[in-house]
């Protein structure tokens, strides 16, 4: 594969977008990297790629930057003060496919989630089903869904809690397990794909990480790296979560949305569907994570 063919790169300042933007550039390929804020892209530019920001919410916008490309990656993003977020979300995965038509491009690898099989009743996951078909429908698409379970970078708040409380709290049971994955697993795998450009079609590849986890795992990982050993895990209400969420700026509509997918949790529903194998486990553990997360909490402060 010729590294000289262009390679674009969706929500490039985000957990994902960077890190694929990076491992890209390290490889030699020719990167354009797409984003909301020029400010927060210039890394990426001083790095070497192409860089262009604008709204995903514009299919005219998104043509033009992904046209000439080999291979986008793609994503949706979460505002949690949106009112409507199914509707937001909407409009942005439409504008998408559109433009991913329009430019004439071949290859696609979007970034998806587990559960995204089950049309509704799973908060923020129903969107994620909602944007498998509209790929679906897209004549000639060779398109690689990547399903990873609940991203580590998601407990980033966690240590505010933790702090301010003394217990690390949500609506998920605490004995349910979940794959978890770190988005920089998540990165090498959409990285490789989109070098590689080497499937036809639909295809779906799950991502589980290194090993489901519950919260009361992930509570107690979290409390030995903060030196707090008896750290415990509070579950919480819906309704208690919902209005938790709405306190700390998410909209009444988001905040619902999170409480919906964590009943799913709750319920079993939101599952592999492949089992864990080798190809789809993941190296990083959780353990690395949360002494990475807590070293760089302590440097910041």
């Known amino acids: ?108 690898v979007a970034l998806s989630s587990l559960g995204a099989e089950l049309p509704s009743g799973t908060g923020f996951l129903s969107s994620l089903h909602d944007q498998e078909q509209r790929w679906a429908a897209l004549p000639g698409a060779n398109v690689l869904l990547l399903r990873p379970g609940m991203f580590f970078e998601s407990f980033h708040p966690a240590l505010g809690m933790i702090e301010a409380e003394g217990v690390y709290g949500d609506s998920v049971a605490p004995d349910v397990s979940i794959p978890m994955i770190a988005a920089r697993d998540i990165s090498e795998v959409a990285a490789r794909a989109l070098a590689a450009r080497d499937w036809s079609g639909i295809v779906v590849r799950e991502l589980l990480g290194q090993r489901d986890l519950t919260y009361r795992e992930v509570t107690s990982v979290l ?67 949360a002494g990475e997360l807590v070293e760089t909490s302590r440097r910041a402060t």
Not at 101 to 106: C, D, K, T, W
Not at 266 to 289: C, I
């Open 1 to 108: 594969m010729q590294n000289n063919e262009l390679i674009t790169v969706m929500g490039a300042t985000g957990n994902t977008g960077s890190e694929i933007t990076k491992r890209l550039l390290a490889a030699g390929h020719r990167v354009r990297a797409l984003g909301r804020s020029r400010a927060k892209l210039a890394e990426l530019a001083v790095a070497g790629a192409e860089t262009v920001a604008g709204e995903a919410t514009d299919p005219g916008f998104l043509t033009e930057a992904f046209r000439g490309s080999a291979a986008v990656y793609t994503l949706l993003p979460v505002d949690v003060t949106w009112q409507d977020y199914h509707a937001e979300v909407g409009v942005i995965g439409s504008a998408v496919v559109k433009a991913v038509r329009a430019a004439g491009v071949r290859h696609v």
């Open 223 to 289: 409390g030995a790296a903060l030196g707090r050993t008896e750290l415990p895990y509070v579950q919480f209400g819906y309704e208690a979560m919902t209005q938790a969420l709405t306190e700390i700026g998410f909209s009444q509509n988001v905040a619902s949305q999170h409480v919906a997918m964590t009943k799913a949790f709750n319920e079993g529903r939101v599952v592999s569907l492949g089992g864990r194998t080798a190809e789809s486990s993941t190296p990083t553990t959780f353990e690395d994570f």
